[in-house]
């Protein structure tokens, strides 16, 4: 049954003293349209974020779905979300809607409903990256981009299998428009650089709760030359035969993930095609994903993309490097949200937050479907904090 939660939009003006006039204030109550949740368990209430294109401001309310109440706000333009976070039967369900660009004014009643739909939380969820370089040793400007690394954990009360997973960067819903190629484009995102994909026959890595499993650009001890880390634990590495040619970064022994898609070639040296910023897909294809050469043409001329179901998607995350949220690439059913971090090579990545803990101690990571609240920056990046559990069959160190 279609529920609409309509609002009485009351307007107000706040009367000016003589000399100084005062900002126009409207009363607002939201108007959040469920339709779209079909079977999927209605929130108590929502999370709204309001943010004032002109000055910038930033509020945010709690918004009793039961029993709607109204809000005072400065008269002016606002992007809006809408979140929710629920739980039924073991699952659970991220609840999102936005509205950009909404006018809230007297004489404006600004009611168009906010529709929400909601997404079941993934098994397997970033745990935590580190994407924009390190500083070599005893350099004051060179910057190490061979040290990338993700981290994956699983954040389930099951095993999963990591056999078939895929890594790609994703291109920017803002810029790049596939509507005239592909019908239904609304219902995918679309990789611009290269796509890795874990190998396996299908149970060939299992990943226990509680157990995390490291991709990185090169599996080997970085200190030794950056201000970095030790990635020679890390199960997989952006290693294939294309790279081993051209010689520069050592075959470690962690599992080489297969380069199955080339989109558009990156003259970068860290395999992943992109640093400073980005945004990133974990997925598991459920269709056949097209080969180099079948790739989309964009609206841009020689700008190329590769489709995925935007329901193969286990877990996405915008990663910027200003703080403009027009920077974002993914739209808000994917991440709602984005992180930067305060420099190029720095050294430092970001950590998703923990939620809470089972009764083994394993960890609980938060996952909202917004990386704003999600996660942090950490200028000291470490695989497997919090006690994070390593797979049973990785059991190798490799030295640089």
Not at 49 to 54: K, L, Q, R
Not at 112 to 124: D, F, G, H, N
Not at 135 to 147: E, F, I, P, T, W
Request: hydrophobic share 35%; aromatic share 8%; proline share 4%.
């Amino acid at each position: 049954m279609k529920r609409i939660l309509y609002s009485l939009l009351a307007l107000c003006l706040v009367i000016s003293c003589e000399e100084t006039r005062l900002p126009s204030l409207v009363e607002w109550c939201p108007s959040i349209d469920e339709s779209a949740l079909g079977d999927v368990p209605r929130p108590d209430s929502y999370k709204i974020t309001v943010s004032n294109i002109g000055t910038e401001a930033v509020e945010e309310m709690i918004f009793d779905a039961l029993s709607p109440q109204t809000f005072e706000l400065v008269q002016g333009i606002y992007n809006i979300t809408v979140q929710a976070h629920g739980t039924l039967g073991g699952r659970a369900f991220n609840y999102i809607g936005t509205a950009n660009a909404v006018n809230i004014s007297p004489g404006n009643s600004g009611t168009t409903p906010i529709k929400v739909s909601a997404s079941e939380s993934s098994a397997l969820v970033f745990k935590e990256i580190h994407y924009n370089a390190s500083m070599v040793k005893n350099s004051a400007s060179a910057r190490y981009l061979k040290d990338t690394y993700f981290e994956v954990y699983n954040n389930s009360e099951q095993t999963v299998y990591a056999d078939g997973i895929c890594l790609g960067d994703v291109l920017s819903s803002r810029v790049y428009d596939f509507s005239d190629k592909l019908p239904d484009a609304a219902n995918y995102v679309f990789m611009g650089t290269y796509v890795w994909q874990i190998p396996g026959s299908g149970t060939d890595y299992p990943i226990a709760p509680g157990e995390s499993f490291v991709i990185a650009a090169s599996a080997i001890d970085h200190s030794q030359t950056a201000e970095t880390l030790d990635l020679s634990t890390a199960e997989f590495e952006t290693i294939c035969d294309r790279y081993k040619e051209r010689g520069g970064q050592p075959d470690a022994n962690a599992v080489n993930m297969t380069l199955v898609c080339t989109i558009k070639e990156s003259g970068l040296g860290n395999q992943l095609g992109k640093f400073t910023d980005g945004a990133w897909a974990l997925f598991y294809p459920s269709v056949p994903l097209r080969k180099d050469g079948e790739y989309l043409e964009s609206n841009h001329a020689n700008n190329y993309g590769l489709e995925v179901l935007k329901t193969d998607v286990l877990d996405a995350i915008d990663l910027l490097k200003s703080e403009n949220p027009d920077d974002k690439r993914l739209e808000s059913d994917l991440d709602a949200g984005w992180i930067k971090c305060s420099t190029t090579g720095g050294n430092e990545s970001v950590v998703r937050k923990i939620s809470g803990r089972r009764e083994n101690g394993s960890i609980i990571l938060q996952d909202t479907n917004n990386t704003t609240e999600d996660f942090t920056v950490s200028d000291s990046p470490q695989i497997r904090r919090d006690g994070t559990g390593r797979p049973s069959w990785s059991n190798w160190t490799t030295a640089q």
